[in-house]
């Protein structure tokens, strides 16, 4: 008996290491995946470009704060206006109460081939296709943004893809941490059976 539990104690943490964490990084090849790109304009930060993962199909809202981004809609309009993103621009310089000033607002944009094309419906209405970018940029609307939605600004999404974040690394602790409890719970009620039937085979022998 006690050699059958020195073997069990043996076999317990090989067990429970099979579990392995979620992964939290991905690429942007898909035509489901939605690259979005953040022009901050006179705002003074650097040009962002992030991933949305099989967004399309999704509201432009939910690819966009799906892929980690911060947006604030206003008062009176709510979220089909974009007011801040990233908390920019400040309370400051705007108030977020109604419609931002004519010329400085954050201009939505969905594009394709190459070509911007100014949004006709909020971000939370605006439904995305496969093949789709999104572009949000701030100024005055009366140029689309100077970088083109193709495989270029695709691919500069894929090597955004590939950098922890902050967020990112807390998620992948909690799933790593998750996995290793259910294959804890897992390897020992494995360990326990196991210890049982070879209890009952010896307990068998003994009786024959």
């Not at 954050?106 to 970018?133: M, P």
């Amino acid at each position: 008996m006690k050699r059958l539990l020195a073997a069990a104690a043996l076999v317990l943490p090989g067990l429970v290491a099979v579990a392995a964490p979620a992964s939290a990084h991905g690429e942007c090849e898909d035509p489901a995946d939605i690259p979005i790109l953040v022009d901050y304009g006179s705002l003074e930060a650097e040009q962002q470009v992030v991933c949305a993962q099989d967004a399309a199909q999704m509201t432009a809202l939910a690819a966009i704060t799906g892929a980690g981004l911060e947006l604030e809609g206003t008062t009176e309009y709510g979220d089909s206006v974009v007011c801040r993103v990233e908390g920019r621009p400040g309370a400051d310089v705007e108030s977020c109460d109604s419609m931002p000033a004519g010329d400085s607002f954050w201009g939505f944009y969905v594009g394709s081939d190459g070509a911007w094309e100014f949004a006709q419906q909020g971000v939370d209405q605006q439904i995305l296709a496969e093949g789709d970018f999104v572009a949000l940029a701030y100024g005055d609307g009366t140029a689309a943004p100077a970088t083109a939605p193709d495989e270029e600004l695709r691919q500069q999404a894929q090597e955004a893809g590939g950098e922890s974040t902050p967020a990112d690394d807390a998620a992948a602790e909690d799933a790593e941490d998750e996995g290793s409890n259910t294959g804890l719970i897992a390897g020992s009620i494995v360990v326990l059976l196991v210890v049982v039937a070879a209890v009952v085979i010896v307990l068998r022998r003994r009786r024959a």
